[in-house]
């Protein structure tokens, strides 16, 4: 074999390395307004403005200048937000007060309100059914919501505590069952339990995410592992590290690439190089306490939201108080 081909492979190898290599950064920070923890945050459809869930508020900012556009009070223990851009109408999920309020998509004024079960978490909305399901962590079930009228059309026992949904777009919302480490399959037809998959070694799932080209859930587990399922079987295709305290994933389509949110202060970055092969690229640098994210697949960008924690806690307590003023949102770029 000669020299110069051997020189030729390296080459080759070294530039298919460096095209898969990222460098995801923080680029922006936006500081905001009020006190307290957080949650879930989520991007409107219909104009540039993110949603995030922050103790009794929903505060509304720009999210190319992080400049403020509202803000939707009294959403005491706000957990989500959902849209369901075929009635102009937005909702979130309220935990202390057991309700959703619905407001306009593009006023953000409440429109009124609808009651779940206990302490509704994550939400979500499927347009192929066109419906609103409901995740009720202490009640164990989910609300399920026609946002036509804004009718509650069935409450579905669980079994376990759910933490996010996602849906295939075909039938089928994929709920992860915190407590019980699997998956539940719903039919939207029958509104049913229909499976229950194991999450392999991965145990108490948060976040989830799904291609629904490919087929594969990914769901982040609490003991550091991002756990690959084929979305017709349930069977695990790939487990990989991730790191600790995920409460958020989050798939782009666009460039093919899932990320974990970490609380430990970093982001997780995998690509999905088929629907079989996965590679870890980046361990980026967040900042403590950013573990819920979204990411907009018009530019790329992942938003986090974090704040500074106090250094004690009370007994029982499960964090350290938010430190007032410090509350903010990190925007993520590799630059491409």
Not at 101 to 112: C, I, S
Not at 140 to 155: Q, S
Not at 250 to 270: C, R
Request: proline content about 4%; charged content about 20%; overall charge positive.
């Amino acid at each position: 074999m000669s020299t110069k081909f051997l020189l030729a492979c390296l080459i080759a190898s070294v530039a298919s390395t460096g095209a898969m290599a990222q460098d995801y950064r923080v680029e922006q920070t936006f500081n905001l307004q009020g006190t307290g923890g957080w949650d879930y945050i989520a991007l409107n459809p219909l104009n540039a403005n993110l949603y995030v869930a922050h103790s009794n508020r929903v505060n509304i900012i720009n999210r190319n200048t992080g400049d403020s556009t509202g803000v939707i009070t009294h959403t005491e223990g706000v957990h989500g937000i959902a849209f369901a851009p075929k009635y102009g109408k937005g909702f979130t999920s309220n935990g202390k007060i057991n309700s959703l309020f619905v407001f306009d998509m593009k006023t953000n004024n409440v429109l009124g309100g609808i009651a779940t079960g206990q302490n509704p978490d994550a939400i979500m909305y499927d347009p192929f059914s066109d419906r609103l399901y409901v995740c009720n962590g202490r009640s164990r079930d989910l609300t399920v919501i026609n946002p036509a009228n804004n009718e509650v059309v069935k409450t579905i026992p669980l079994g376990g505590k759910p933490e996010t949904a996602v849906s295939d777009e075909a039938g089928n919302i994929y709920i992860n069952i915190e407590d019980k480490h699997e998956i539940a399959v719903l039919s939207t037809k029958t509104l049913e339990v229909t499976k229950r998959w194991k999450t392999g070694s991965g145990q108490e799932p948060s976040g989830l995410a799904i291609d629904i080209k490919t087929k594969r859930l990914f769901a982040g587990c609490g003991n550091k592992l991002l756990v690959v399922l084929n979305a017709e079987n349930g069977k695990v295709v790939k487990e990989m590290p991730i790191g600790d305290g995920c409460d958020g994933v989050a798939f782009d389509n666009g460039s093919k690439t899932i990320f974990s949110s970490n609380g430990e202060g970093t982001l997780t970055v995998i690509k999905e190089k088929s629907a079989n092969e996965f590679a870890v690229l980046q361990n980026a640098v967040t900042q403590k306490g950013a573990r819920t994210l979204v990411v907009d697949e018009k530019t790329h960008k992942v938003y986090l939201p974090t704040a500074e924690y106090s250094t004690t806690k009370a007994p029982g307590q499960k964090r350290p108080d938010v430190i007032p003023g410090t509350f903010r949102i990190h925007v993520m770029s590799n630059g491409k």
